[in-house]
């Protein structure tokens, strides 16, 4: 037994066990999550940390009828970034989930509460809600790139002027014979910090 297991309870350690179980699978398969498992998961969001109470979140739903809808979107728009590209590559995106939720931010120009940070709550948000997904047994699957820099994605999402995409969570059910990723080793990214050296 490690020196961690000894301090845990089995209810804490059943929980960690399933939170370093999550991983991003793709592509993923119906069912999506029922509404009632969906308003549980924008519950966990909004517990996200918020610097200055700002509540900068902005979900859009995309549900799997307007999947076509959404890769029309995706392909027009990477036809007006490179002329004579078909989109095709950014059209089946849509297709990858049954479900997928656009991570918008509202965010409040020359704030006390830099931009940055209120990005960052939204970040922390979509953080949560994998996690609620993954305690629901779905998989959950965070995408930025293009689509999530474009203005007319944007724009056809309905987020407004002072609104930022910051990507979308895909979401639906793990392949079964998905494999877990291995982990890195902790010690390879954290490391203590010894204080300031003397004369400094």
């Known amino acids: 037994m490690s020196s961690v297991d000894s301090v845990l309870s089995a209810p804490q350690r059943a929980a960690f066990d399933w939170l370093l179980s999550r991983h991003s699978a793709w592509p993923l398969l119906a069912p999506a999550p029922s509404q009632a498992e969906l308003d549980l998961v924008f519950d966990t969001a909004l517990r996200a940390p ?43 995106k849509a297709f990858g989930a049954p479900l997928a939720i656009a991570l918008g931010a509202h965010v409040e120009p020359g704030h006390k509460v830099p931009e940055i940070e209120q990005m960052m709550s939204v970040a922390a948000a979509a953080m949560n809600m994998l996690d609620a997904l993954h305690i629901l047994g779905y998989g959950g699957f965070w995408s930025s790139g293009m689509n999530a ?4 994605v944007k724009s056809a ?34 490391r203590e910090w010894g204080g300031l050296a003397r004369g400094a």
């Open 50 to 92: 918020d610097h200055g109470r700002l509540m900068p979140w902005r979900f859009v739903v995309i549900r799997e009828a307007q999947r076509e809808a959404l890769g029309e979107v995706f392909a027009a728009a990477a036809q007006a970034r490179e002329p004579g590209n078909d989109g095709e590559r950014f059209r089946q």
């Open 149 to 152: 820099r474009d203005e007319q």
């Open 157 to 190: 999402l309905g987020f407004g002027e002072h609104e930022r995409l910051l990507g979308f969570l895909y979401v639906g059910t793990p392949r079964a014979e998905q494999r877990q990723p291995e982990r890195p080793a902790r010690q390879d990214f954290v």
